[in-house]
């Protein structure tokens, strides 16, 4: 019934962008905190990015620099995650997740019981 499905990645050139896309099966984002998440091979999962589905506030991990723009697009129930500057360290599976638990509000305390696939994203000179 719920299901998220990430799309976007692919192979790019160090500086390189790209836009992941996140959309949303079987709820509406309008009650939803999305988060956007990555793991490298060998290294454990790492969160990036979250907007929440009240005011559209967004917040980002300090720790991953910049970078990456988290946004959402209500008519296609869908959230994007812009990457920009891309750099090898970069290479990773990307996951969005639903957070349906907190009135769609974003904290460090969010519980994503909802989780894509995720899209692969490889950057190689």
């Known amino acids: 019934q719920v299901q998220l499905v990430e799309s976007g990645g692919g192979l790019v050139q160090p500086g390189d962008s790209l836009r992941l896309s996140c959309r949303a099966f079987?709820?509406?984002?309008?009650?939803?905190?999305i988060g956007w998440f990555r793991q490298a091979p060998g290294k454990e999962r790492e969160a990036l990015a979250c907007i929440s589905s009240s005011d559209d506030s967004t917040f980002y991990v300090d720790s991953v620099g910049g970078g990456f723009t988290i946004s959402r697009h209500n008519a296609k129930n869908t959230v994007y995650l812009q990457v920009d500057s891309l750099n090898p360290e970069d290479t990773a599976v990307y996951y969005c997740?639903?957070?349906?638990?907190?009135?769609?509000?974003?904290?460090?305390?969010?519980?994503?019981?909802?989780w894509g696939q995720g899209t692969q994203v490889t950057v190689s000179s």
């Open positions: 079987g709820f509406t984002l309008d009650y939803a905190a």
């Open positions: 997740a639903a957070d349906l638990s907190n009135y769609g509000r974003c904290s460090p305390y969010s519980i994503y019981d909802y």
